[in-house]
């Protein structure tokens, strides 16, 4: 038997995630979801999917659901769907907050429901790569920089890209952080365009993140320091490159790593994931230390 899934949010997302699904043998796509009126019309003309405006009018029962809509809705629709006993991936971020995410997560728990949250860098090979040659960094530099996203943007930069790298600092560092240094700039949305942060951890370990949707440039890259090594990941050009320490020198070795479909990836992992056939990547609770040092760091931009 197929999973039966509904993607909810037809924007740029959630037409990759379609397009995705729509390739899978053991998936039938049984609901689309548009609150935009003539995209949803555009999408009954071209596909044979049922159609709704509003997620909960629903009437075929599905396994799982895609939530590919803009953050500002995803605790809202998660939550119902949970309550309603069908599995959630969530585009990232899971929540607006850190109380949300954390109530999401429990709701599933106590029904045995599965959440995954789409944080497609855990899936770079540069990155799955280059965490088997860290042993005890003392030093992150992060930057997520770029033009101003043509796609719909609802939160900030904090939410919206450095996110990403305070999940990837979550899943390799486990210490404590004791410190936060923040500073953001407002330029065209309501919310901060650009950030920085600076965090210290219990084990005097610092971290830098840098994160822009106003920059000319595009680079999305992490550098971790260690006392013998320096590993540096290009997540654009999934490539990766060590610098070993010599005498009076360093001894560089690149990786051109293999290019994956990142999004097939995820997605696969949470169809496998409702099935009880293997766990994703990025469940839910292994997410929120992620959003809970984005909502410390927009704090510490407010009070800075």
Same mark, same amino acid.
């Given at each position: 038997m197929? @999973?039966?899934?509904g993607?909810?949010?037809?924007?740029?997302?959630?037409? =990759?995630?379609?397009?995705?699904?729509? +390739?899978m043998?053991?998936?039938e796509v049984?609901?689309?979801?548009?609150?935009?009126?003539d +995209?949803?019309?555009?999408? %009954?003309?071209?596909?044979n999917?049922?159609?709704?405006?509003?997620?909960?009018?629903i009437?075929?029962?599905?396994?799982?659901?895609?939530?590919?809509?803009?953050?500002?809705?995803?605790?809202?629709i998660?939550?119902?769907?949970?309550?309603?006993?069908?599995?959630?991936f =969530?585009?990232k971020p899971?929540a607006?907050?850190?109380e949300?995410?954390?109530?999401l997560?429990k709701?599933a728990e106590?029904?045995d429901?599965k #959440?995954? @949250?789409?944080?497609?860098? %855990?899936y770079?090979?540069?990155?799955?790569?280059? =965490? +088997?040659?860290?042993?005890?960094?003392?030093f992150?530099?992060?930057r997520r920089?770029?033009?101003y996203?043509?796609r719909? =943007?609802?939160?900030?930069?904090?939410?919206?890209?450095?996110?990403?790298?305070?999940?990837?600092?979550s899943f390799?560092k486990?210490?404590?952080v004791?410190s936060?240094?923040?500073?953001?700039?407002?330029f065209?949305?309501e919310?901060f365009?650009?950030?920085?942060?600076v965090?210290k951890?219990?084990d005097?370990?610092?971290?830098?993140?840098i994160a822009s949707?106003?920059?000319?440039?595009?680079? %999305?890259?992490?550098? #971790?320091?260690?006392?013998? %090594?320096? @590993?540096? #990941?290009?997540?654009?050009?999934?490539?990766?490159?060590?610098?070993?320490?010599?005498l009076?020198?360093?001894d560089?070795?690149?990786f051109?790593?293999?290019?994956?479909d990142?999004?097939?990836?995820?997605?696969e992992?949470?169809?496998?994931?409702?099935?009880?056939?293997?766990?994703?990547?990025?469940?839910a609770?292994?997410?929120?230390s992620?959003?809970?040092?984005a909502e410390?760091i +927009?704090e510490?931009?407010?009070?800075?």
């Open positions: 197929p @999973v039966r899934i993607i909810c949010g037809l924007g740029y997302m959630g037409m =990759v995630y379609l397009d995705k699904a729509l +390739k043998g053991d998936v049984s609901a689309l979801i548009e609150k935009d009126r +995209k949803l019309n555009l999408l %009954r003309c071209r596909f999917i049922p159609c709704y405006e509003d997620y909960r009018n009437e075929n029962g599905i396994d799982g659901v895609v939530i590919a809509s803009p953050a500002s809705t995803h605790f809202e998660a939550k119902f769907f949970l309550e309603k006993g069908v599995h959630v =969530v585009e899971l607006l907050t850190y949300q995410a954390f109530w997560s709701i106590s029904k429901l #959440i995954q @949250v789409g944080f497609l860098e %855990r770079n090979p540069a990155f799955r790569e280059g =965490v +088997k040659y860290l042993e005890d960094p003392i992150f530099e992060a920089i770029g033009p996203p043509q719909s =943007v609802d939160v900030d930069v904090v939410l919206d890209l450095m996110i990403h790298d305070l999940d990837l600092l390799i486990k210490e404590r004791v936060i240094d923040a500073g953001g700039v407002n065209i949305g919310g365009d650009e950030a920085f942060a965090l951890f219990e005097s370990t610092k971290g830098i993140f949707r106003i920059s000319s440039q595009r680079e %999305r890259s992490l550098r #971790i320091i260690e006392e013998e %090594r320096i @590993v540096n #990941i290009d997540f654009l050009n999934v490539r990766l490159s060590i610098q070993s320490k010599k009076g020198s360093t560089t070795k690149i051109e790593c293999e290019k994956k990142l999004v097939k990836e995820e997605l992992d949470f169809i496998h994931y409702i099935k009880g056939e293997g766990e994703p990547l990025t469940k609770r292994d997410t929120l992620a959003l809970y040092l410390k +927009k510490a931009i407010g009070n800075s």
